[in-house]
């Protein structure tokens, strides 16, 4: 801010400036001072040094600056500032303080109250910019409301964490109270003149050294809350320091009566101790010979003695884990077999053996290719889904089977694990069912056929057949083949074809009309055209169509007409 005030022609500030920069020097020996003894573990060494450049370089250059390179290079070191701080307080754990009140003071200090000198000064410096400009631009005016809204959010969270810690240690209360009061009022105050005179004022009045009193006020309230803060920060950390102190003495205390207890303990119970491991060491023999139905007797009533009944329980739960699981293995639908890596058989149970036709002590230790013989032979290997493979019986005979494989690990052994499902029945149910399917669309097929081509006899001698729908090649011949019987089965002397719903009438119809009454005639009897739309002869006419010899009506109920007076005659 002295500099800005210097460079912007105030020169009776030059002399505290130059004392403010002295200042800073000395605060920068201390910070060194502090990092000889602390830096290695902070890891601050290398950003102190950094900062420590940045100002001395900033020092040698103040007076001769612009005001906006002032402002711009006393704010990347402000905000070299507040790294280094944020810094400190990531590598001690401030932020992360398990402790409520640790946790938001340390908060205030390192966070949240240089942020509220940063934005307070912002708004000392722009506020001071407009009085002298007598105005504001839009974008000035802009600046300074976000301003305003950001120094009030911030006096809102710095509330809100301050009563947090307030509640959960009132000696916090009792030092930042007063503190945070003033500097809520000093801000309000300054927010207040900042809205009323100048961002919302028709013309700016208030006088710059009013202004910039009220802002240093609001600076001097927070500095004085965050001088507060620190020590308060300092008490709380000093005060777990020692508390954590005296609960290190007393672990240590207690670890050694116990480390003494323990010892006495050991000397007192060796002896019986080692009597019964060695019993408990022939029981385990015992067990591991096979004779799982002997259980561990021991006199000790202690924890050894819960040790044997313990070992007796699993003991017990083995043998039925192990009968349990042979039951499932033999009364599995599923054939269920198991192979090591070289493809030998470990265990075959009943129902793979009345699939492949082999007793369990036959199968054990053959290799799968006298069961899955090639090309299939190596899909033991490929663990995953079921899929589709060959078998080969004990008679030699081939069939289809699914195997899904599994794997397990036995040590640095895997084992696989075949389940196999004979495809046979599924097969023969598959062909049958697409036999029954092939006869089932050959008779839609032929009902098909027979729906499309339709010969109503009107009277002994009169059979009509009207069309409905387009007439293709396949269609043209189920009409003449259709009509041709019907007209030989009913003896028919009068065959009348409609052709009202032929939506299209073209060569391919004319000439599949010319075909069926050419066939009709060889018969006998004589073929009659009806449904013959004017746009239907008009079509036939342009084709060239010679239907000459074939009788038309243009309706059916004159081609029906026609016929019945043919047949009286």
Same mark, same amino acid.
């Given at each position: 801010?002295?500099?800005?005030?210097?460079?912007?022609?105030?020169?009776?500030?030059?002399?505290?400036?130059?004392r403010?920069?002295?200042?800073?020097d000395?605060?920068?020996?201390?910070?060194?001072?502090?990092d000889?003894?602390?830096?290695?573990?902070?890891?601050?060494?290398?950003?102190?040094?950094?900062?420590?450049?940045?100002?001395?370089?900033?020092?040698?250059?103040?007076?001769?600056?612009h005001?906006?390179?002032?402002?711009?290079?006393?704010t990347?070191?402000?905000a070299?500032?507040?790294?280094?701080?944020?810094?400190v307080g990531?590598?001690?754990d401030?932020?992360? @303080?398990?402790?409520?009140?640790?946790h938001y003071?340390?908060d205030m200090?390192?966070q949240?109250?240089?942020?509220?000198?940063?934005?307070?000064a912002?708004?000392?410096l722009? &506020?001071?910019?407009?009085?002298?400009?007598?105005?504001?631009?839009?974008?000035? /005016?802009?600046q300074?409301?976000?301003?305003? &809204?950001?120094?009030?959010?911030?006096?809102?969270?710095?509330s %809100?964490?301050?009563? #947090?810690a307030?509640?959960?240690? *009132?000696?916090?209360?009792?030092?930042?109270?007063? *503190?945070?009061?003033?500097?809520?009022?000093a801000?309000?105050?300054?927010?207040?003149?900042l809205r009323?005179?100048?961002?919302?004022?028709a013309?700016?009045?208030?006088?710059?050294?009013?202004?910039?009193?009220? +802002?240093?006020?609001?600076i001097?309230?927070?500095?004085?809350l965050?001088? %507060?803060?620190?020590?308060?920060l300092?008490?709380?950390?000093?005060? /777990?320091?020692a508390?954590?102190?005296?609960?290190?003495?007393?672990?240590?205390?207690?670890?050694a009566?116990?480390?003494?207890?323990?010892a006495?303990?050991?000397v007192?119970?060796?002896?019986?101790?080692?009597?019964?491991v060695?019993?408990?060491d022939?029981?385990?023999?015992?067990?591991?010979?096979? +004779?799982?139905?002997?259980? #561990?007797?021991?006199?000790n009533?202690?924890?050894?003695?819960?040790i044997? %009944?313990?070992?007796?329980?699993?003991?017990?739960?083995?043998?039925a884990?192990?009968?349990?699981?042979?039951?499932?293995?033999?009364?599995?639908?599923?054939?269920?077999?198991?192979m090591d890596?070289?493809?030998?058989?470990?265990s075959f149970?009943p129902?793979?053996?009345?699939?492949?036709?082999?007793?369990?002590t036959?199968?054990?230790?053959?290799?799968?290719?006298?069961?899955? *013989?090639?090309?299939?032979?190596?899909?033991?290997?490929?663990?995953?889904?079921? %899929?589709?493979?060959r078998?080969?019986?004990?008679?030699?005979?081939?069939?289809?089977?699914?195997?899904a494989?599994?794997?397990?690990?036995q040590?640095?052994?895997?084992?696989?694990i075949?389940i196999?499902?004979d495809?046979?029945?599924?097969?023969?149910?598959?062909?049958?069912?697409?036999?029954?399917?092939?006869?089932?669309?050959?008779?839609?097929?032929?009902?098909?056929a027979?729906?499309?081509? *339709?010969?109503i006899?009107?009277?002994?001698?009169?059979?009509?057949?009207?069309?409905?729908?387009?007439?293709?090649?396949?269609?043209?011949?189920?009409v003449l083949a259709a009509?041709?019987?019907? #007209?030989?089965?009913?003896?028919a002397?009068v065959?009348i074809? @409609?052709?009202? &719903?032929?939506?299209?009438?073209?060569?391919h119809? +004319?000439?599949?009309l010319?075909? #069926?009454?050419?066939?009709?005639?060889l018969l006998?009897?004589q073929?009659?055209?009806?449904?013959?739309?004017?746009?239907?002869a008009q079509?036939?006419v342009?084709?060239?169509?010679d239907?000459?010899?074939?009788?038309?009506?243009?309706?059916?109920?004159?081609?029906?007409a026609?016929?019945?007076?043919?047949?009286?005659?």
């Open positions: 801010m002295l500099s800005n005030e210097y460079l912007n022609g105030e020169e009776d500030v030059a002399e505290q400036l130059l403010s920069q002295l200042q800073v000395r605060d920068f020996e201390a910070l060194h001072a502090i000889q003894r602390l830096g290695g573990e902070l890891g601050t060494t290398e950003r102190l040094n950094a900062l420590a450049t940045s100002w001395r370089s900033l020092k040698t250059r103040a007076f001769n600056l005001s906006y390179q002032s402002d711009d290079q006393h990347q070191l402000i070299d500032i507040r790294g280094l701080m944020a810094l990531d590598s001690a401030l932020v992360l @303080d398990p402790t409520i009140e640790s003071t340390s200090v390192l949240q109250l240089p942020e509220g000198q940063d934005l307070i912002k708004t000392q722009l &506020g001071d910019l407009a009085i002298e400009n007598k105005g504001l631009t839009v974008g000035d /005016r802009m300074l409301s976000i301003l305003n &809204g950001l120094v009030e959010a911030h006096i809102r969270t710095t %809100r964490g301050l009563g #947090v307030y509640h959960d240690n *009132p000696a916090v209360q009792a030092s930042l109270e007063a *503190p945070l009061r003033e500097y809520s009022a801000t309000d105050a300054l927010l207040l003149m009323k005179d100048i961002i919302f004022a013309s700016i009045s208030v006088p710059s050294h009013v202004y910039m009193a009220a +802002a240093d006020q609001a001097a309230a927070n500095l004085a965050w001088d %507060r803060s620190s020590e308060v300092d008490e709380l950390l000093n005060a /777990r320091i508390r954590l102190t005296r609960q290190k003495y007393l672990v240590v205390a207690v670890a009566a116990g480390l003494l207890l323990v006495y303990l050991w007192a119970f060796y002896l019986a101790v080692v009597r019964t060695s019993r408990l022939d029981a385990a023999q015992r067990m591991i010979s096979g +004779a799982l139905v002997d259980t #561990v007797q021991l006199d009533r202690d924890e050894l003695g819960q044997a %009944r313990s070992f007796n329980d699993i003991a017990t739960a083995l043998i884990a192990g009968t349990y699981r042979q039951a499932v293995l033999d009364n599995a639908v599923d054939g269920i077999m198991t890596e070289q493809g030998l058989i470990r149970n129902a793979a053996g009345r699939i492949f036709g082999y007793a369990a036959e199968a054990i230790g053959q290799p799968i290719e006298q069961f899955i *013989p090639a090309p299939h032979s190596h899909e033991y290997r490929v663990v995953g889904v079921g %899929r589709e493979v078998g080969r019986r004990k008679d030699g005979s081939s069939f289809p089977l699914d195997l494989v599994g794997q397990m690990d040590g640095d052994q895997h084992v696989f075949g196999i499902h495809l046979t029945e599924r097969k023969r149910t598959e062909v049958e069912r697409a036999q029954l399917q092939e006869q089932i669309i050959q008779v839609q097929a032929t009902t098909l027979a729906l499309s081509t *339709p010969l006899p009107i009277s002994d001698q009169v059979v009509v057949m009207p069309l409905i729908g387009s007439v293709d090649s396949q269609r043209a011949q189920q009509l041709l019987q019907g #007209v030989e089965h009913s003896q002397r065959a074809l @409609d052709i009202t &719903g032929v939506p299209v009438v073209d060569t119809v +004319a000439q599949a010319i075909s #069926v009454a050419h066939g009709v005639r006998g009897a073929f009659v055209l009806t449904g013959i739309r004017p746009e239907v079509t036939i342009g084709m060239g169509a239907l000459s010899r074939i009788v038309t009506h243009s309706t059916l109920q004159s081609g029906i026609y016929a019945t007076s043919r047949r009286q005659a």
